[in-house]
């Protein structure tokens, strides 16, 4: 089993930046950040390899977030920089067992990951 815990969260004016941290039990091959808003499907917006040299984006946070991972503290993180209000919404870390999948659709795909933390609010005004 695979516990992980987010943290840094919190209320930002937009513009602003923000960097989320997300400990977990054990490192896996892939590992993924997903948001989801008020009345909105889950949408997964990074995802990183194992060794942090592979990553993914969806176009709504590229150029925008950096994800990153430090296996020894166990520990990723998503910097979060020009924040906007749509990205408002309840951050989840997420890890998988095996590699991360080839495509970026299916490495943003919440079906894709079976580990999940609780959440940490992030809020733009």
């Known amino acids: 089993d695979v516990q992980l815990v987010e943290s840094g969260g919190g209320l930002v004016q937009a513009g602003g930046s923000l960097r989320l941290s997300c400990v977990v039990s054990?490192?896996?091959?892939?590992m993924g950040w997903f948001r989801q808003a008020p009345g909105k499907e889950r949408e997964g917006i990074a995802s990183?390899?194992?060794?942090?040299?592979?990553?993914g984006y969806a176009d709504s946070v590229k150029g925008r977030f950096t994800n990153s991972r430090d296996n020894a503290k166990n520990t990723m993180s998503l910097q979060m920089n020009s924040l906007k209000p749509e990205d408002t919404a309840m951050y989840y870390c997420?890890?998988?067992?095996?590699?991360?999948?080839?495509?970026?659709?299916?490495?943003?795909?919440?079906?894709?990951?079976?580990?999940w933390g609780q959440g940490t609010q992030v809020t733009v005004s």
């Open positions: 997420a890890a998988r067992l095996g590699w991360c999948p080839a495509s970026l659709s299916s490495r943003l795909l919440a079906t894709e990951y079976l580990y």
């Open positions: 054990r490192n896996t091959d892939c």
């Open positions: 990183i390899d194992f060794g942090g040299d592979s990553t």
